[in-house]
C-alpha cells in the first residue's frame, strides 16, 4: 500500500524542568493493573443482568434441547418407507410440550416444532412437502435421514460451561443462562462513581438561557456525556455537580467522595495552570500516580488514590474527555468489575483522506465510514468540537509519528464498540 509514514520516538520529549509524558499503552497497562476487581459478589434476576460481567462460571445440568425434537411442524416418519406416490397412515398427533410413542412401520406422526421425534422415525418432512389424503398422508419429496431433527444436546450438552467468568453478559446470554434453568446470576458488583466537573466558567443547561450567557460562560457537555457513558457500564452515579476553582473546594468534594466511592471522576482542572487545582488537591490527601499522556486529544489525564477510592481525572476539553474516558476509563472501569476483555479489537480500513502533518502524539481521529467502505474524516479534529463525535462512528488509532495518505491502512474502532 501506499505510504506516508515517519517514524518517530516513542514519547514526545520532554521540555525542561518536566518529566517525558508518558506512552499511551505504558499508561494503560499501569491502570490497568492497580484496577483490582471488586471482591463482593450479587445475585441479581437473570431478567435484569444485561449488561453485568458474571461473576461464576455458568455449568449447564442439562442437555438442550433436552431430547431429539423437530425443527418444522410437519410429518415424523421412517425414511425407509418413504415411496413415490405412496400413502402413510397417520398414526399419532404430537404438539410441542407432549411426547408420542413409538412410530409404528409404514405410518407417520403429525408433529409440530419443538415436539419430541416419537421412537423409530428418523425424518421429519415439512408439510409443504406433504399432501393430507382421507387415507393419510402422501410424502411428495423423499425424505432424508435427519432431516429437520434438531438433536439433543446439539446447542448445549449437559455438564458445560456456557457462560464464563468475567464475560458481561448481552441479551443473547441472559436468554443462554434461562435455557439451561438460572432465574438469578452471580455478577461482580456495580462500581460507585462520584462524578463532579470543575471550572468557575461553567454553567449548566436550563439555569441560565443562552442569551444570558456571561462573557467566557460555556454550558456544561461533558457533565451529560460522562454520566451516560458510566450508566452504560453499569456503575452506579453520584453527580457532585460543578466545584468552583479553588484548591479548598476542591480538596473538600475530593474528600467527601472518597469515604463511599468506588472511582472519583473528574473533568477539567488537571491540567497545569494556575486555576487547575486538581493536582495539588489529589496529591494533598493521597496518591498521584499518573499524570499526562502522550495521546490526542487527552493529554492532561490523571490517576490517583485517596484512601480506599481510586481517582481519575479527565481534560475539560469536551472531546478530550470523551475520549480518554473511551480508551482510558471504559477499560479501567471494566476491569475493576472482573471482565476479562476490556477493549474492542480495531479494524483494519482503508483510508479515504490525506493526514500529511504526523503528530508526536498517538492520536485518535474522528472519521466514519462511507458509502465505498473506506474512511472518511472530519473536518475539524479540535478537541473542543464535539460536533465531531456525534458526526463520527468511531476513531482511527493513529500512532505516534504517522501521517496518513488517501489508501493507507488504519486502525478504525467503532463507537458502537466503545459504548457498548
Sequence with gaps: MSSASTTAPASPAPQPGRAPLKPLDQALAELLARAAPLHCVEAVSTFDADGRVLAQDLVSSLDVPAHDNSS???????????????????????PAGSSGHALAPASAARIFTGAPIPPGA????????????????????????????????????????????????????????????????????????????????????GEVAPADMKPGA??????????????????????????????????????????????????????????????????????????????????????????????????????????TFLVLVRPFLLKLQGATEVAPSPIALPAHFDWPKADKRREFLRARRNADGGLELFGNQSSGVLTSAVWGDGVIDNPAGRAIAHGDMVQFIPFSALMA
Excluded at 410437519?74 to 425414511?79: H, I, K
Excluded at 479553588?246 to 467522595?257: E, N, S, Y
Aim: hydrophobic share 45%; aromatic share 6%; glycine share 10%.
Design 72 to 94: 418444522m411442524d410437519g410429518y415424523a416418519v421412517r425414511a425407509s418407507d418413504w415411496a413415490e406416490g405412496a400413502v402413510l397412515q397417520v398414526s399419532q398427533r404430537i
Design 122 to 205: 428418523d425424518a421429519v418432512v415439512m408439510q409443504e412437502d406433504c399432501e393430507a389424503v382421507e387415507e393419510g398422508v402422501r410424502i411428495k419429496a423423499q425424505p432424508q435421514l435427519g432431516q429437520w431433527i434438531r438433536r439433543r444436546g446439539e446447542d448445549v450438552a449437559a455438564g458445560a460451561v456456557v457462560l464464563r467468568r468475567g464475560e458481561r453478559l448481552t441479551p443473547a446470554s441472559l436468554g443462554l443462562a434461562a435455557s439451561i434453568g438460572f432465574d438469578k446470576l452471580q455478577v461482580a458488583p456495580r462500581v460507585r462513581v462520584a462524578l463532579f466537573s470543575t471550572g468557575d466558567e461553567l454553567v449548566m443547561p
Design 218 to 323: 460555556i454550558y456544561n457537555s461533558n457533565r451529560f456525556f460522562l454520566r451516560a457513558l458510566l450508566l452504560r457500564l453499569g456503575c452506579t452515579v453520584t453527580d457532585l455537580g460543578i466545584v468552583p476553582d479553588r484548591l479548598d473546594a476542591t480538596i473538600a468534594a475530593l474528600k467527601g467522595a472518597s469515604q463511599a466511592h468506588d472511582l472519583i471522576l473528574t473533568s477539567g482542572g488537571v491540567s497545569v495552570g494556575e486555576e487547575d487545582h486538581i493536582k495539588p488537591a489529589v496529591q494533598a490527601l493521597g496518591e498521584l500516580a499518573l499524570w499526562q499522556i502522550a495521546m490526542k486529544p487527552g493529554k492532561p489525564f490523571a490517576y490517583g488514590k485517596l484512601g480506599g477510592a481510586h481517582f481519575i481525572g479527565l481534560p475539560g476539553n469536551p472531546v478530550s474527555s470523551f475520549v
